[in-house]
């Protein structure tokens, strides 16, 4: 059964950093793609960050492009994104999702997601 | 960027209703599009992929379809289950891009 758990979220201050996990079971995490997709508190979905299966092709959406770094560690099963210089509306719930074999931007599984607010 | 537009916004409809939701993108995409159910708390789940493919284990009632910029999503006879939010998602490119969800209610 695939599983995505994502961690790490939490309460941090504006300007502040916090890095996310996303643990991977029950499918062969090198060979897939993963994106960070987050939505804020009452509204839609906003696909952030790609990476691909051997972590040589990265996409950030242009809100978090400069601030946020995803990677990952095929040895560990386990995906990463580093969120710094955090605004208020980088406020929201943060899912990992695996990308289809067909497109990496199809999202076939998801995780529970991890609540991030940026709050002082 | 590509724009992803759903109508409506809302939708109210009965257990046993057909109700279609609609998807338009701001320029072709093919048959890029996915539909996706999510519920309070919970994470989107993949309903249908390449605009009219249902996903593994995913109800018949549920259909897709659409080319190019125009697509919808049908039910053709409501379950209590599904009453959820939808969310159309474009994957054609680099940014993929999701509508702006649409919130089906219990009439």
């Known amino acids: 059964e695939v599983q995505l758990v994502e961690s790490g979220g939490g309460l941090v201050q504006p300007g502040g950093s916090l890095r996310l996990s996303c643990a991977a079971s029950?499918?062969?995490?090198?060979?897939?793609?993963m994106n960070w997709v987050r939505q804020a508190p009452g509204k839609g979905l906003e696909w952030v960050s790609y990476?691909?299966?051997?972590?040589?092709?990265?996409y950030y959406a242009d809100s978090v492009k400069g601030r946020f770094t995803i990677s990952r560690d095929n040895a560990k099963n386990s995906l990463y994104v580093q969120m710094n210089s955090l605004r208020d509306e980088d406020t929201a719930v943060y899912y990992c999702?695996?990308?289809?074999?067909?497109?990496?931007?199809?999202?076939?599984?998801w995780g529970q997601g991890t609540l991030v607010t940026v709050s002082s | 960027d590509i724009q992803m537009t759903q109508s409506p916004s809302t939708l109210s409809a009965s257990v046993g209703d057909r109700v279609t939701i609609t998807c338009r993108a701001s320029q072709s995409i093919s048959s890029w599009l996915a539909w996706y159910q999510q519920k309070p708390g919970k994470a989107p789940q993949l309903l249908i992929y390449k605009a009219s493919t249902l996903e593994s284990g995913v109800p018949s009632r549920f259909s897709g379809s659409g080319s190019g910029t125009d697509f919808t999503l049908t039910i053709s006879s409501l379950q209590p289950d599904d009453f959820a939010t939808y969310y159309c998602?474009?994957?054609?490119?680099?940014?993929?891009?999701f509508g702006q969800g649409t919130k089906l209610e219990i009439k």
């Open positions: 999702a695996r990308g289809d074999h067909s497109s990496g931007w199809l999202l076939d599984y």
């Open positions: 029950g499918f062969t995490f090198s060979s897939y793609s």
């Open positions: 990476i691909s299966s051997s972590d040589n092709t990265i």
């Open positions: 998602q474009q994957y054609n490119s680099y940014s993929p891009t």
